[in-house]
């Protein structure tokens, strides 16, 4: 496939490996952001390609990793309502809440679908106007614009049927909560390339410059993470740290205009709670005001939920880049696919699930 | 999720701007794709798509420009190796 195989030659990625291995003269640690990279990675086993100085850690770019416990549990509450279709992308329907998953809400009755798009949801509102809809809308700035969007239709079209819960991160705070941890051991970042193709990576400037960090725009396939890492590391070892694009295919500095303003029509920036992080200040998307009427959370009533973590899951730490998957002892005994602790199990996306398939 | 793949627009359906709709195939498989974010995109362009949208039509000029950078990495490492001064004995 265009675009797919040349980024996936195996020779290719070889000659890029040698060229990093030339220009590394010390220990590095690099984050990537995105889960999508992480699967990457572990998937093509681009961690084994490099010098053994540099150690890549995997961050909290995986939206399902990241949605808080109790976020899980109010879809799970609202899915087993009568009268609701609650629609999902497939992979938030595994993820276990205090008790059960969605999947099981599913399994005793519940109209728990999974859906391609947003849009697909809209849809399903319009075709069953005496039934309640709800999306499960969460996702970095990536799916900000097609969440937006459903709700701008839903709006337009005047289906009142239609709302949608909202778990939203953005990228940027959560950089910067992994640099300003007492923990931190990330000398450079690969920014997330399709995040950046939204929101352009201007944000990334001032990052870069207080923390003393180089921030590279990378994108998902082997030549490119490759590519992404010789920038990276090229900078550290002559002590830059600058805002570098290295997925200038599909990113361009100031991001998509039309899809930013959708965002800013329906959304606005509010803290969020991070699953195995914690709260991070204007980390989060929630609805605007005036969109207010879409929001889930109020039309059903369930706010103000709270639920413990497993005690043995360290995925937080993991999502920080502080501890990998093999650190936890519960990881291939306690927690597998099958019967996930943690979210990064669940996942494709999570640094645990990669390591599990691919690694054991 | 986040994985987002380019595909090649096949055919595009109407005019409203936040409702324009393309057939996009990815290496034989058909989806449809919002096209509301890339008013530009046209038929035989690469998208790139998530959740059903496209998040950027794919700049084939920088696609090539990733390869010269790549060779030039390696004619980068050649000239290293031939210029290294032979380790004293
Ligand atoms: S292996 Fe399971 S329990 Fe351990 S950190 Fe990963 S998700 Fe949590």
């Known amino acids: ?360 | 999720m986040c994985l987002a793949i380019p595909g090649k627009i096949l055919t595009i359906d109407g005019t409203d701007p936040i409702e324009r709709l393309a057939r996009v195939s990815f290496g034989g498989i058909v989806k449809d794709v919002n096209l509301a974010y890339t008013p530009e995109a046209t038929v035989g362009n690469y998208v790139i798509v998530h959740v059903g949208f496209a998040l950027n039509t794919v700049d084939e000029a920088e696609a090539e420009r990733v390869f010269d950078y790549l060779r030039q990495m390696d004619e980068l490492g050649e000239l290293q190796i031939e210029s290294s001064p032979t380790p004293s004995p």
Request: aromatic share 8%; net charge neutral; charged share 25%.
């Open chain 1, 1 to 360: 496939m265009k675009f797919i195989d040349e980024y996936r030659d195996r020779e290719g990625a070889e000659k890029c490996a040698r060229a990093i291995a030339r220009i590394t003269t010390r220990p590095w640690t690099i984050m990537e952001v995105c889960g999508g990279q992480t699967h990457a990675i572990v998937k093509f086993g681009i961690d084994e390609l490099l010098p053994k100085e540099i150690t890549l850690v995997h961050g909290p770019g995986c939206p399902v990793c990241v949605t808080p416990l109790e976020l899980i549990d109010k879809a799970i509450e609202i899915a087993s309502q009568p009268g609701v279709i609650f629609c999902s992308f497939g992979d938030m329907l595994r993820v276990p809440g205090s008790k059960r998953d969605l999947l099981a809400v599913k399994s005793t009755g519940g109209d728990v679908r999974m859906v391609y798009s947003p849009l697909d949801a809209v849809k399903i509102a319009a075709e069953n106007p005496s039934r309640q809809v709800v999306f499960f809308a969460v996702g970095f700035e990536t799916t900000a614009p097609a969440n937006a969007m459903a709700v701008y239709q839903a709006r337009q079209k005047g289906i009142k049927n239609f709302s949608i819960l909202v778990s939203h991160v953005l990228v940027p705070p959560a950089i910067e909560a992994v640099l300003s941890s007492p923990h931190n051991r990330v000398q450079g970042f690969l920014a997330a390339g399709h995040v950046c193709a939204i929101m352009g990576y201007t944000e990334y400037y001032p990052i870069a410059k207080k923390y003393h960090v180089p921030i590279v725009v990378t994108g998902f396939e082997p030549i490119d993470i490759l590519r992404g890492v010789y920038a990276c590391i090229q900078q550290c070892e002559q002590g830059r740290a600058e805002v570098e694009n290295a997925y200038a295919r599909a990113v361009q500095r100031e991001g998509n205009e039309p899809a930013q303003k959708m965002i800013r029509e329906v959304f606005r920036i509010i803290p969020r709670k991070w699953r195995g992080i914690g709260e991070i200040p204007q980390s989060g998307f929630g609805l605007s005001e005036a969109y207010e009427e879409f929001d889930a959370e109020k039309r059903f009533g369930v706010a103000g939920y709270t639920a413990e973590e497993s005690s043995e899951c360290i995925s937080g730490l993991i999502l920080q880049g502080v501890k990998k998957p093999g650190d936890c002892t519960a990881f291939g005994k306690k927690c597998t696919p099958e019967h996930p602790l943690g979210a990064t199990m669940v996942s494709n996306e999570g640094a645990c699930a990669a390591y599990y398939r691919y690694r054991r």
